[in-house]
């Protein structure tokens, strides 16, 4: 079972993912023109780990539909930077 990110756990995340795709978190703001909630960008991160809906669910704490239409929208504006299109 997923545990589900708090704070720091949620830095080191984002950071993580940073050095190994230097540039991923100003794409993703430059796709969706600069207004990125943290839910969306928290799930976008989850998705590039490779985690699915369910995971991201779990992970977040969040209902399994608001997941679902956090993926299309994450799917649709930077399905290319997640490696999903």
């Known amino acids: 079972m997923l545990p589900k990110l708090e704070g720091k756990s949620w830095r080191k995340l984002m950071g993580a993912i940073e050095t190994l795709h230097p540039g991923f978190h100003d794409a993703v703001r430059a796709r969706l023109h600069g207004h990125v909630r943290e839910p969306l960008l928290r799930t976008i991160c989850l998705i590039k780990i490779g985690l699915t809906p369910m995971q991201v669910a779990r992970v977040m704490d969040a209902k399994i539909q608001t997941v679902w239409n956090r993926f299309k929208r994450a799917e649709a504006t930077c399905g290319d ?5």
Not at 81 to 85: A, K, N, P, R, V
Request: charged residues 0%; aromatic residues 0%.
């Open 81 to 85: 930077l997640l490696g999903t299109s």
